[in-house]
Nanobody, 123 residues
Framework: QVQLVESGGGLVQAGDSLRISCAAS????????MGWFRQAPGKEREFVAG????????YYATSVRGRFTISRDNAKNTVFLEMNSLKPEDTAVYYC????????????????WGQGTQVTVSS
């Protein structure tokens, strides 16, 4: 069982940067591929970024590649999402998730979810 708690969301202006975090409980954090998803009002939840359990390979949705960076600190059981050059269309609730697979870019591959943190980007 893994419990995930996101933090760091807020209201920023277009072009700003923001880093959100996800703290995980348990001793086996390094055994999980971690991902970030987001859900905007009236839209389905979508994949944003992932970092694999082995080698820390990272992968991104096309819409955020080059602007967002996912990283993990296994010693602190934490995964981060650094978001730069934010746009109003990045406004969403951002969710952290954990997967037992070595790669995952769909929500069906993730078994544990956080409660989400709101990120609002004003124009």
């Amino acid at each position: 069982q893994v419990q995930l708690v996101e933090s760091g969301g807020g209201l920023v202006q277009a072009g700003d940067s923001l880093r959100i975090s996800c703290a995980a409980s348990g001793r086996t954090f390094s055994s999980y591929t971690m991902g970030w998803f987001r859900q905007a009002p009236g839209k389905e939840r979508e994949f944003v970024a992932g970092i694999s359990l082995n080698f820390g390979t990272t992968y991104y949705a096309t819409s955020v590649r080059g602007r967002f960076t996912i990283s993990r600190d296994n010693a602190k059981n934490t995964v981060f999402l650094e978001m730069n050059s934010l746009k109003p269309e990045d406004t969403a609730v951002y969710y952290c998730a954990a997967s037992t697979k070595s790669y995952g870019s769909t929500e069906y591959e993730y078994v544990y979810w956080g409660q989400g943190t709101q990120v609002t980007v004003s124009s």
